[in-house]
């Protein structure tokens, strides 16, 4: 789990609502916007192989493995946090999450029970490789993924259900297609991207990217492998979304790197578990 990098105290996106805004509300554009990139005083921060492996926008599917670098160190068990779960019921009090994830989880079922939507259930959270090992016996290789390619491994994912009916049909399923993005939250095997994906369509799994991430995938209409993929192509994309202004950075990483970061500010570093680091970066408007 990737925290901010806070250098300087910079309010972000906090405590913003989200009424009234959309996809479209989201532009994204290759290359570095040079007004707003010059206008920030820069540093450099040594990054090392460890770092590809970790953070919110790692990759793990049945090709790429979980390194022992991106464990959460986050992990909470659900039941024992009344205040982190009051606006969704917990298919098992056992049931743990990574502690940033459950926080933004809860925000956004607060803001679905502003709009009448309040019966989820969250049925899986985190797995450690023991528990993924039994379901991977259990279920076998056409319905899980043997342990350390599943995204529960990582804490970062969790399946949503509803307590009123089938998720894909219930109020909750048709919320988060609509509105999980704005949390930071993506569909992460969509029905049309299987081929891509490797995973057939599971309405129920919700994976955390953070913001602005989940609203440009959005926007494009991506999922993790092809917005991974897109970021090195393109190296580094300006995004305006919730009408902050964010330049996004791929940096390929052998050895010790010198990644570009904002000399004040805040910023996140998250690997992608290939070969890189995503340098996200919100940046101030130009004088
Ligand atoms: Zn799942």
């Not at 679905?112 to 989820?120: C, N, P, S, T």
């Not at 379901?135 to 076998?140: P, W, Y």
């Not at 799994?205 to 995938?217: D, E, K, N």
């Amino acid at each position: 789990m990737r925290k901010w990098f806070l250098a300087s105290a910079f309010i972000l996106l906090s405590g913003c609502s989200f009424s009234g805004f959309g996809a479209s509300d989201t532009q994204v554009s290759e290359g570095t916007n040079t007004k707003l990139a010059y206008a920030q005083n820069w540093t450099t921060l040594e990054v090392g192989k460890d770092q590809v492996y970790q953070g919110d926008l790692v990759l793990v599917n049945r090709e790429k493995a979980i390194r022992p670098e991106a464990l959460p160190d986050d992990i909470i068990r659900l039941g024992e946090h009344p205040e982190l779960t009051e606006g969704f019921a917990l298919l098992d009090p056992s049931l743990e999450l990574s502690k940033e994830v459950a926080l933004k989880f809860e925000q956004m079922t607060a803001a679905a029970a502003r709009d009448g939507v309040k019966h989820f259930r969250i049925s899986s959270g985190y797995r450690n490789n023991s528990e993924q090992d039994k379901l991977f016996e259990e279920k076998g290789p056409d319905y899980a993924l043997p342990a350390g390619h599943s995204e529960h491994n990582l804490g970062l994912s969790l399946d949503i259900g509803s307590t009123a009916g089938g998720i894909d049909q219930s109020s909750e399923g048709k919320w988060l297609k609509k509105n999980a993005w704005k949390y930071g939250f993506v569909l992460r095997y969509p029905k049309d991207k299987s081929g891509t994906t490797g995973i057939q369509y599971e309405p129920w799994h919700f994976r955390y990217v953070g913001l602005p991430h989940s609203l440009i995938m959005k926007e494009k209409n991506f999922v993790l492998e092809e917005y991974l993929a897109y970021l090195k192509e393109k190296k580094t994309i300006f995004a305006k979304a919730n009408g902050v202004h964010y330049q996004i950075e791929y940096v390929s990483v052998s050895k010790k790197t010198d990644v570009p970061v904002p000399a004040e500010g805040r910023y996140t570093i998250s690997g992608d578990n290939s070969g890189g680091v995503i340098v996200t970066v919100p940046l101030k408007e130009a004088a």
